[in-house]
């Protein structure tokens, strides 16, 4: 369900409800634990569809930082691969307590989405309203973020499509 959408003549910002990984984008952007565990919500879902690869890309990429726990703010870049077509950010918007502040997923997005515009062959970006699984915001502070509210600002273009999808919420959960 599309619960705001931009002019076709701009480039584009949806914000509507389902599953990440029925999106198809050129970026997915989500949120993850601090040991990269693909372990609930979105990443429990591109488990399933990607499996095992995509599990153990997370861990090389948080090897290669020589850390065994990433912290609060980390970004994580995963490349295209035989598996999923998608370039992944995998972010860590809650520290090991599962506590994230909007300051900080604020800068992970801006972030993230400066990248993106540095990538010619990314038009579509999705992400997932991070921080707000496990995290301690509610869905509205995600959305209500000026790089949710205008994610262009920060460098995505013309042709660029931007699509935030929030977690689905069945009547025995609200």
């Known amino acids: 369900m599309d619960l705001l959408s931009t002019p076709s003549s701009r480039p584009q910002r949806i914000i509507r409800q389902g599953d990440i990984t029925d999106v198809a984008a050129d970026v997915v952007i989500f949120s993850t634990n601090t040991n990269l565990f693909l372990s609930g919500g979105a990443g429990a879902s591109l488990l399933g569809v990607h499996g095992d690869p995509l599990q153990r890309a997370m861990h090389r ?9 990433a912290q609060r703010g980390s970004i994580f870049e995963i490349e295209p691969a035989k598996t999923w077509s998608a370039r992944f950010f995998t972010v ?6 599962y506590e994230t502040s909007k300051e900080d ?3 992970i997005l801006e972030q993230v989405l400066c990248r ?3 990538l010619p062959e990314v038009k579509v970006v999705a992400t997932t309203a991070l ?5 301690n915001m509610e869905i509205e502070d ?4 000026p790089a949710c ?8 273009r013309a042709g660029h499509s931007w699509r935030c999808l929030l977690p689905l919420c069945v009547p025995a959960e609200c």
Request: proline share 3%; charged share 20%; net charge positive.
């Open 61 to 69: 990429a948080l090897a290669a930082t020589g850390r065994k726990v």
């Open 92 to 97: 860590v918007a809650t520290d090991g307590f």
């Open 105 to 107: 997923t604020r800068k």
């Open 116 to 118: 993106c515009a540095e």
């Open 131 to 135: 921080g707000t699984g496990y995290g």
């Open 142 to 145: 995600f959305t209500e973020m």
């Open 149 to 156: 509210r205008s994610p262009f600002n920060w460098g995505l």
